[in-house]
């Protein structure tokens, strides 16, 4: 399921929607906000991936903190990153 966030009416609108039929998992666009993440992880208990103008590296590793299972990305150098560890 994709959920696309434009504002914090737009998450809660999504978090109850998603509440009602479960799917496997959530795809957040824009995948840069890491609030985002951590509350959808936290409500849902689904796994979350960050999609949508992620473009640098630093903006992987912030949405991987921020609990996301993976980051997609139209940027190929950010395609096979190995994880520091």
Known sequence: QRLFLMDSESLRSGVKLISSAPPDLVEVLPG????????????????????????????????????????STSVRELWSMEEKG
């Open 32 to 71: 840069l906000v890491p609030k985002a993440i951590v509350r959808l992880k936290e409500e849902l208990r689904l796994p979350v991936i960050a999609g949508g103008m992620i473009t640098e590296r630093r903006e992987v590793e912030e949405a991987i903190r921020a609990g996301a299972l993976a980051v």
